[in-house]
């Protein structure tokens, strides 16, 4: 049940994306898909919660046994572990944690929990377990957005990629500037969403 705050928020952004496909037609070329998929939850779809193009374009650059670490899981993790990727997730919510756990036995799953009760030091810091250059995607979709963008720059391999979700909110513009990796920006419809998603590819440059 949503609260009516949230009822608003939706509003609002529904309004936004209706004033933006009056300019942008062609951002808004999925919605056939996006009716199909229903109110399907992402996980019942397994499928990310990001723009189908988006979906579209891992599908092609992603090949089984690449390396994948995300802040935040869902039906992302569903789905890449169903193109044969090795996954790594890292979550802050113990209870949804738990939930996700009940729908795989994937051996190919690594689920780490961090409670943001030390100001999410340790949910930020996770990555830092692997080598530099170690994960062939780094998906940046739960809290502490900015911090994981920083956090993540390094353990992307050379011509790997740094997705990050909802980079229409103002507070990550700067972490996303100091960047200096190609940068394109994916703007449409995504599974279980009826407002626009934003977000941002970032590919590392091959050393």
Do not use: N
């Not at 199909?36 to 996980?43: D, I, K």
């Not at 390396?67 to 039906?75: A, D, L, N, P």
Request: overall charge neutral.
């Amino acid at each position: 049940m949503f609260t009516s705050a949230q009822l608003r928020h939706q509003a609002r952004l529904m309004g936004r994306s209706v004033r933006h496909l009056a300019s942008h037609p062609r951002d808004g070329r999925e919605v056939g898909r996006l009716a199909r998929a229903g109110v399907r939850s992402t996980v019942k779809l397994r499928l990310p919660w990001l723009p189908f193009r988006l979906i579209d374009l891992l599908g092609e650059r992603l090949r089984p046994g690449m390396r994948v670490f995300e802040y935040g899981g869902g039906g992302s993790t569903l789905w890449f572990l169903d193109q044969g990727l090795e996954v790594v997730t890292d979550e802050h919510d113990a209870a949804w944690a738990r939930i996700l756990k009940e729908t795989t036995t994937s051996s190919s799953w690594d689920l780490l929990v961090h409670p943001l009760d030390d100001g999410g030091a340790a949910y930020v810091g996770a990555i830092d377990a692997y080598p530099d250059g170690h994960f062939d995607l780094v998906v940046v979709d739960g809290r502490h957005r900015a911090r994981c963008v920083a956090a993540s720059l390094a353990k992307v391999r050379p011509g790997g990629m740094l997705v990050v979700d909802d980079v229409d909110r103002e507070r990550y513009a700067a972490a996303l500037d100091a960047v200096p990796w190609q940068r394109t920006d994916i703007i449409g419809f995504a599974p279980a969403k009826p407002s626009l998603s934003y977000t941002s590819v970032l590919v590392r440059p091959d050393d």
